[in-house]
């Protein structure tokens, strides 16, 4: 089992509409969380970063949050634009041990007009 | 001006050759990553340098050679390629922090869609 899942796995919003994507995980002990942003054709691009005593961060219209206590994290995006379209992928890194470095699957969402 | 940059960006090829990805960072940092991301999307890291010391290697078979001249540059050699080699390859770098690799922000390169036929 992975250890980041991401839901929904793909989502299609209206431009101009919120909407929020998850992302679960077990990775221990916590170090950080990261979302990335990779439109299609491209490689990822970091969004925010987020350590064990940060609760929300935001970047723009993009906010995350992070409850380290259930190990979840939420990326809203706020009157979402058709640039908005594009995988989202949380990523999280442990302290130390093995794997360190957890990728999730990403969110696919697509902004229509 | 481009911050990473990898070539080709497409590599399309016949199983059992030999082939090559290279990648480049302007941004002076000191550690370069290589990723696989599947036709599932799942992005894996495979291998890690800092200072062109090989700090990361992920259970990657050993047909996969990195190899680092320099900090600015980290390439990707594969020998006899195999269909399940076809995916998506990023290059990646971050600067070096005392508190760790894992804790760095990663600036990725556009990527390599290599396709074995």
């Known amino acids: 089992k992975n250890q980041v899942e991401q839901s929904p796995q793909s989502l299609i919003i209206l431009e101009g509409k919120n909407c929020t994507l998850q992302c679960n995980y077990t990775v221990s002990p916590f170090s950080n969380l990261r979302w990335y942003k990779q439109d299609t054709g491209r490689g990822p691009v970091s969004l925010t970063i987020m350590t064990f005593s940060e609760n929300t961060k935001s970047n723009g219209r993009y906010t995350a949050t992070l409850d380290a206590d259930t190990k979840q994290s939420s990326l809203h995006i706020t009157a979402s634009q058709l640039s908005d379209s594009a995988s989202y992928i949380c990523v999280v890194s442990a302290s130390y041990g093995n794997n360190r470095l957890a990728f999730g699957k990403g969110n696919q969402v697509v902004v229509i007009p | 001006d481009t911050a990473v940059s990898q070539t080709p960006k497409y590599l399309v090829t016949q199983m059992g050759n030999d082939k090559s990805i290279k990648c480049e960072q302007n941004l002076g940092h000191d550690t370069m990553y290589w990723y696989k991301q599947d036709s599932k999307k799942f992005l894996k890291i495979m291998f890690s340098y800092n200072n062109k010391e090989l700090i990361i290697n992920e259970t990657v078979p050993n047909r996969f050679s990195p190899k680092s001249p320099d900090k600015a540059h980290l390439n990707l050699h594969i020998n006899s390629l195999e269909l399940g080699d076809s995916a998506v390859y990023f290059c990646?770098?971050?600067?070096?922090?005392?508190?760790?690799?894992?804790?760095?922000?990663?600036?990725f390169g556009p990527g390599t869609r290599l396709t074995v036929l």
């Open positions: 990646a770098s971050s600067p070096f922090r005392t508190s760790g690799i894992y804790n760095n922000e990663q600036f």
